[in-house]
């Protein structure tokens, strides 16, 4: 290190670095953040690394109960279910169908609502006060209601959730999207590139989108957390993930008429469940006080 | 004023517009036959199906089957349950008002709980309160509901036995339906053991009430906070210290009036999630609720009931989204002008 400057330089971060080290400061937000990797980690390694095949029914070891009870085997850490399939394998799978398809589904509904919504926010008039009805029909709709009813429509399946919840997750994607561009369009620094000659596709990759990647970023920890609990739901509602995918949600279905017997069953699923969506909550809120701070500073 | 309610009477008629076609075409992408999804009688003879495909119209155009659907919705002739074969409208009025008993005690607690609760975060933000009720609100609103319910029976039901785990009311009483709503019928009723009655049915609420007030409850939490701390920054503020307010008058004379206007529009947009909630809830505590009827209705693939149940439900949250931004519209009159 020098000691001495001798010439007096001010140091500006990137905002970038600005931001993550706003995030960094709040503990909660690297807690979150770390609990969500390993669950992204967990949903693409998970089906090397599960103990025991998932699906095997193993019929001399029915309804072990945890490892730390007394009858309990150290090769089984949370038991197995009443078809003698490894509890942990299971769980471990899960995490890829309900982390992992969550996931999906909110990047698919971000790429359409991004379109759609970039559509809507750069056209004027009819096209897009034609677009504002629509979307304040469909948002007044629950978003579980619609994924329930677009169920019941294609068919109860795991792939059918999917398209389900990403279609309910759709409108809030394009409604904030159009409104995030919007808000830019009137800045002054849009009327400039535009003297500047700039098209409307110049002004959209160049300026806009820029700008306010960062709020779709909340934006997609909100959606994401929603579609979490939005699949498990369904799952649960045995309406989505059929019996034996060991999707969090359906395995709480599943364990459901053995919740005297064995509580841990229904205890765990739930568990990660609540971890999953803590973990982008956490994330989530991380982001929009670091950006807040950052705006401050 | 006129101006505004009259663009909101036009946004609402080209929303439910949206949503009857919405319903309607329904019953052509359902599976299974159109005529009954529509009429949803389950033994179509012969010259009944040509009597209600000449009543459908649906030997003739899209357009004036959706014109003999709207005469259908608007006489009230809604169609039979799949399932029973009752008038569906009759059916949702036996399970709409017990929905509505519990969201309602639901938005209660959520705003008896929430208001003060995010006052007092605000008042220290970064102080060991304010941190500690931050934590249960984020805690709170990652809770899949299904999950809480459950544990809440397997602790106060199961393992202590305070508290029932399903129904409204206790199998030993007979309460005659007058309006639906539990505690108003009980009121109603002339019975000698009116109290003890009264006190069940406070049990068998208890529960899913504290289940189904969760979420909202900490979302309020947050939204009071947030809007506390904003309206704290304002220059009024500012003024009504320097002119030597106490922190009291400050609070309750212009900070709380103006940070509680937008809760208002909050209670309509927190209904929408309500009712997906108590959805699930009705189906964990069996509470004899819409949410419950609309899920036996897909299990037993009734569409008619299906199509049914997504029009009430979602014009009662239009309605109260409504309802709710012309209240707020009407207590502040900054709202007005856009």
Redesign the interface.
Same mark, same amino acid.
């Given at each position: 290190m020098r000691k001495f400057r001798l010439y007096f330089e001010e140091q500006h971060r990137s905002p970038l670095a600005q931001l993550w080290r706003e995030f960094a400061r709040q503990h909660s937000a690297l807690f979150g953040l770390a609990l969500f990797s390993s669950f992204l980690l967990l949903s693409l390694v998970a089906p090397f690394i599960t103990p025991h095949d998932p699906y095997l029914q193993a019929d001399n070891l029915l309804l072990l109960p945890p490892s730390w009870s007394e009858q309990g085997l150290v090769q089984y850490p949370f038991g197995t279910d009443d078809l003698g399939r490894d509890l942990l394998s299971r769980l471990l799978k899960g995490t890829t169908f309900t982390f992992g398809l969550a996931l999906v589904t909110v990047i698919g509904a971000l790429l359409a609502g991004l379109a759609l919504g970039a559509l809507a926010g750069m056209s004027q008039g009819m096209k897009s006060s034609f677009f504002n009805h629509l979307l304040d029909l469909i948002l007044t709709i629950p978003s579980l209601l619609l994924a329930i009813i677009i169920v019941a429509v294609l068919g109860p399946g795991l792939a059918n959730t999917a398209w389900a919840v990403s279609l309910a997750l759709l409108p809030q994607f394009v409604h904030g999207i159009r409104n995030a561009i919007n808000e830019q369009l009137k800045k002054d620094y849009v009327t400039a590139y535009r003297l500047d000659g700039a098209n409307n596709w110049q002004v959209l990759t160049r300026l806009i989108i820029p700008n306010i990647w960062e709020k779709i970023i909340v934006m997609s920890s909100m959606a994401l957390s929603t579609a979490i609990l939005d699949i498990a739901a369904l799952g649960f509602l045995s309406l989505g993930a059929q019996a034996p995918i060991p999707e969090w949600g359906a395995m709480i279905s599943d364990s459901l008429d053995l919740i005297y017997l064995a509580p841990a069953s229904v205890a765990i699923p739930g568990l990660l469940i609540f971890a999953a969506v803590l973990s982008v909550n956490l994330v989530g809120d991380g982001l929009k006080t670091a950006m807040q701070r950052r705006r401050e500073s | 004023m006129i101006n505004f309610l009259l663009r909101r009477l036009f946004?609402l008629g080209?929303?439910l517009f949206?949503?009857s076609l *919405?319903a309607f075409s *329904?019953g052509y992408?359902?599976?299974g036959d159109p005529l009954q999804n529509f009429s949803g009688i389950r033994q179509l003879e012969p010259q009944l199906r040509a009597e209600l495909t000449a009543a459908y119209r649906l030997d003739h155009s899209y357009l004036s089957q959706y014109l003999a659907f709207l005469n259908r919705l608007w006489h009230g002739d809604w169609g039979l349950s799949l399932a029973s074969q009752q008038p569906l409208l009759s059916e949702i009025r036996q399970v709409l008002p017990a929905t509505i008993e519990l969201t309602s005690y639901a938005l209660l607690v959520s705003f008896l709980f929430g208001v003060p609760l995010g006052i007092l975060a605000a008042i220290k933000p970064e102080g060991y309160l304010g941190k500690i009720i931050n934590?249960i609100t #984020? !805690?709170g609103?990652?809770?899949?509901?299904?999950?809480w319910a $459950?544990?809440l029976i397997?602790v106060f039901s199961?393992g202590l036995g305070w508290f029932p785990s399903g129904g409204r009311l206790g199998v030993l009483y007979e309460i005659p339906t007058v309006s639906g709503f539990m505690l108003v019928d009980i009121f109603l009723a002339e019975t000698p053991y009116q109290q003890a009655i009264f006190l069940d049915a406070l049990r068998h609420l208890a529960l899913p009430t504290v289940v189904l007030a969760t979420f909202p409850t900490t979302v309020m939490i947050r939204f009071v906070r947030d809007a506390m701390l904003e309206v704290w920054e304002q220059n009024y503020i500012k003024t009504a210290k320097a002119k030597g307010l106490s922190r009291l008058q400050v609070l309750y004379r212009h900070g709380l009036r103006n940070a509680l206007l937008p809760v208002i529009r909050q209670i309509g947009l927190q209904f929408? !999630?309500l009712?997906?909630l108590a959805? $699930?809830t009705e #189906?964990i505590f069996s509470w004899p609720g819409i949410g419950r009827w609309? *899920?036996d209705s897909?299990y037993q693939r009734n569409?008619p009931a299906?199509q049914a149940g *997504?029009m009430i439900?979602?014009v009662l949250?239009?309605t109260v989204?409504m309802l709710t931004e012309i209240l707020h519209t009407f207590f502040n009159p900054l709202a007005r002008k856009r």
């Open positions: - | 946004l080209t929303v949206g949503l *919405l *329904l992408l359902f599976p934590t #984020v !805690a609103y990652s809770l899949p509901v299904f999950w $459950l544990l397997m199961v929408s !999630a009712i997906t959805m $699930l #189906v609309l *899920l897909i569409f299906i *997504l439900i979602s949250v239009i989204n």
